[in-house]
């Protein structure tokens, strides 16, 4: 069928002049009992973003949402006839229809946001991916039950299966397979090291306006700072925990946008034995469990302390990222 | 069968020596020919015989006096002697003659129906030696086992497709008739088929009992609905049988199949959002009676099939699904035949925690269904899609003939009818509930019903599928409906 790029590609243009249809539904796993970190990170950055676009939207839970969503990851936007999924293409498709964050952005400025957000894709992305799917522990007590409980038995083995070689696989390709999780820990540190320099001293990354760039941030601190971590990968809000810039302007945005108080909290730590699925749904949302520091999230912080070389490498990150 | 030609009775024949030869010829004969059961015809053509100088008389062979002396199975190597000792056990009730060879008849039935013998000869010969009675027969099953290991390709036809198949199967493992096979199909629509199932017979009683257990893994591409649906799963199936030939039938089932939902990109929404993961978990009884003469072409007799299904024990789809399928055939003159077919269905949910999938729906529509309709044509739609419906009912009523001026009669001829028809039926989604009044159920059958007329040649394949060419022409139809002039349909089942 020669026509289908071209059918899509008219049926596009089309879209693109008729009037926004209201309200747009977003689609997303369920957030209780369901979804999982790298998932959440994607929806609360699409929901920031639509908000900052002024955009009225309702959110729709499905069990299925992954399956639904045309090119199979979550969240993906009805708008119409029109459904579109990831926020890359959200956010193209939404400036095609006229409102764009960054459309008064000069062409560096421009370029550098396309570089900090394929940095932040490429590395809070995969380190998510690598918390939920290769770390042992998470794995067994958090992801698997997450992920298989709104299947029956035996299904929920074998998609968890199913989806653990994929993962599995992605990350062996892309070269996270084999890091410690130190490594994936520097590898946050150096990510958002370079966001926090570029954020220092101002309310959002390009000015006093928010950009995509906000959104997807906002998504992904928020998401990694709110999530109660096990004691073996703690380190992972401990690592974010040390950026007071980034949390700062996640507080702002969830103030501004979502109209909610602040509930980020730095380095919480649940013990293994007390944590349950009840803890952990009902515990994002307190604020009294400020726990300090484990001795390991020390150790680790003494440990990235001496490299103070990582923001160069940091800077020739992002040169190779405008690059592609 | 009534009087039929014999031979003379006091010829006795060495067996074995002289006949051997012979015996390729008269298998050669009996498979050609063997739905009728005029077969002693052959029988006689078979055994060598002394050329007589008078005519044969007419005998009636009721009156021929027989008694089964002893039955002798030869080339039996792996199989044991305990199932085939039950199935020829029937032999030694025969009275006379007649019954002797009815009942040697229904024996090889049998024995074919085990599934461990490629060919069975029969013989019957007049008993000899000290311990043979006045009237004594002996019967003789000339018989050759399969191969340990057997596989083919071959391709086949069914549900508007033709795919190829191969497939390997080792007969008789055990010696009781114990079979392994696995198939692999690729149909030209990419719907690809993958199954292995192990087969137990328990024959050894009056009622046949056949228990299979398959894993399967299907892929099936839906584009009148926009799916794409693959299932992997696990069936376990108890077929039970009077006397292995019997016409009822009964199976029993447990399926537990794992289904992959995967939406085609342009479709709508509502097909969409049913996209993903489900686990069915079900059984289902199938109860069947068949007094056809012929599968594909009958002529006389009728077929009443029930099944019922019931899904939800574990997994996350929970239905009642029933239905009902009958064909009725009449033929008041040598070339005419009226058949009419009758098919209905019900699906219900049981529970509200338990979905019910499209890929559970009913779906009507198509060139060997409701004639004159697009695969899936008739029903409930939505931007396009066929979504299917909850309760269902269709009715066909054909009239068949031969071809006119019979070309190859009795020959290749015979494979074609000509027919007319008219069939109709609808579909509905329309949560049936029973407190509600009667009438509004029955709306079905009032309420935009499909119709359409037509006529066509008919052709069957291979005695399993048949192949149809029609022109149609419809008399009532709703707008969403997909409708076809001309329609070339394959498949195993027909309304």
């Keep these: 069928m020669p026509d289908v790029l071209l059918s899509d590609t008219i049926a596009m243009e089309l879209g693109a002049q008729e009037p926004w249809p209201q309200p747009i539904k977003l689609y997303q796993p369920y957030e209780v009992e369901q979804i999982l970190l790298p998932d959440n990170a994607n929806c609360l950055a699409v929901q920031a973003y639509l908000k900052m676009c002024g955009l009225e939207f309702q959110i729709e839970p499905r069990s299925n949402a992954e399956y639904m969503s045309p090119s199979g990851r979550v969240p993906f936007i009805q708008c119409g006839a029109f459904l579109v999924s990831e926020f890359d293409p959200i956010v193209s498709f939404i400036s095609s229809k006229g409102s764009s964050l960054s459309g008064e952005l000069g062409a560096t400025d421009k370029a550098d946001m396309r570089a900090y957000i394929s940095l932040v894709n490429n590395v809070l992305v995969n380190a998510e991916q690598y918390v939920c799917w290769v770390d042992q522990a998470t794995l067994i007590s958090v992801t698997k039950p997450r992920h298989g409980s709104v299947y029956p038995w035996p299904l929920n083995h074998l998609l968890n299966w199913q989806k653990q070689n994929q993962i599995t696989k992605k990350l062996n390709v892309l070269g996270w397979y084999n890091k410690s999780l130190d490594e994936v820990f520097g590898e946050v540190k150096n990510c958002c090291t370079a966001l926090a320099e570029r954020l220092e001293g101002k309310t959002y990354f390009f000015g006093d306006e928010p950009t995509e760039l906000d959104a997807l941030v906002y998504g992904h601190i928020h998401a990694l700072t709110t999530t109660p971590f096990l004691p073996s990968v703690c380190g992972m809000s401990a690592t974010i925990g040390r950026f007071q810039q980034l949390i700062e302007h996640c507080r702002l945005v969830n103030t501004l946008y979502f109209k909610k108080e602040s509930d980020i909290s730095v380095g919480q730590v649940y013990l293994h034995d007390t944590m349950s699925q009840d803890s952990f749904c009902n515990s994002t949302g307190s604020l009294e469990s400020l726990f300090p520091l484990t001795e390991d999230s020390f150790a680790m912080l003494k440990a990235n302390e001496k490299n103070d070389s990582l923001e160069e490498t940091c800077h020739l990150d992002l040169k190779e990222f405008v690059i592609g | ?495």
């Design chain 2, 1 to 495: 069968m009534g009087t039929v030609l014999a031979k003379e009775p006091q010829a006795p024949r060495e067996f074995g020596t002289t006949s051997h030869n012979r015996t390729d010829q008269k298998r050669e004969d009996y498979r050609k020919d063997y739905e009728h059961s005029a077969y002693y015809d052959q029988e006689r053509d078979a055994l060598p015989r002394k050329p007589t100088l008078d005519e044969p008389k007419p005998v009636n062979l009721q009156r021929v006096r027989a008694r089964v002396d002893k039955v002798h199975i030869d080339g039996l190597v792996r199989t044991k002697d305990d199932i085939v000792k039950a199935q020829v056990t029937e032999m030694f009730k025969a009275k006379d003659f007649q019954d002797v060879i009815v009942r040697a008849h229904k024996v090889r039935g049998k024995l074919d129906a085990l599934g461990c013998f490629g060919n069975i000869g029969v013989y019957i010969d007049t008993s000899k030696g000290s311990d043979a009675t006045p009237e004594g027969v002996e019967v003789t099953f000339t018989v050759s086992e399969m191969k340990r290991i057997m596989g083919g390709i071959n391709t086949m036809v069914g549900n508007n497709e033709g795919s190829i198949i191969i497939g390997a199967r080792a007969p008789n493992i055990f010696g009781r008739g114990e079979r392994l096979q696995m198939e692999y199909s690729y149909g030209n629509k990419s719907s690809t088929n993958v199954s292995v199932s192990a087969v137990k017979p328990f024959v050894d009683s009056w009622l046949h009992k056949v228990l299979t257990a398959s894993v399967f893994s299907t892929t099936n591409d839906l584009p009148w609905s926009g799916y794409k649906q693959c299932d992997t799963g696990f069936l376990l199936d108890l077929a039970l049988n009077r006397g292995g030939t019997g016409t009822l039938k009964h199976n029993l089932q447990y399926e537990g199949t794992y289904r992959n939902i995967s939406a085609s990109k342009q479709v709508t929404f509502r097909v969409r959002e049913q996209s993903g993961p489900s686990l069915k978990s079900a059984l289902r009884y199938i109860g069947c009676i068949d007094k056809r003469d012929s599968l594909i072409f009958p002529t006389t007799g009728s077929l009443i099939q029930f099944t019922t299904e019931v899904a939800g024990l574990g997994g996350n789809i929970g239905f009642i699904k029933n239905e009902f399928v009958m064909q009725s055939n009449w033929s008041p003159h040598e070339f005419a035949t009226f058949q009419l077919g009758f098919q209905s269905g019900l699906l219900q949910g049981i529970s509200n925690d338990m979905q019910i999938s499209i890929c559970d729906n009913f779906f009507l529509g198509g060139p060997l269904n409701l004639r004159g309709f697009d695969m899936r044509g008739c029903g409930p739609r939505c931007e396009g899609n066929s979504i299917g419906g909850d309760v269902y009912w269709a009715l066909a009523l054909h009239l068949y003939t031969p071809l006119p001026f019979r070309p190859g009669r009795n020959s290749f001829g015979d494979l074609f009818r000509l027919h007319g028809f008219i069939n109709g039926g609808n579909l509905t989604n329309c949560s049936f509930k029973f407190d509600r009044d009667l009438t509004e159920n029955l709306k079905i059958f009032t309420n935009n019903v499909r119709c359409t007329t037509g006529a066509g040649i008919a052709m069957k394949l291979g005695n399993v599928a048949r192949v149809e060419l029609n022109l149609i022409m419809p008399l009532l139809f709703v707008r969403s409906d997909v409708l076809q002039q001309f329609q070339l349909g394959i498949g195993l089942q027909y309304l």
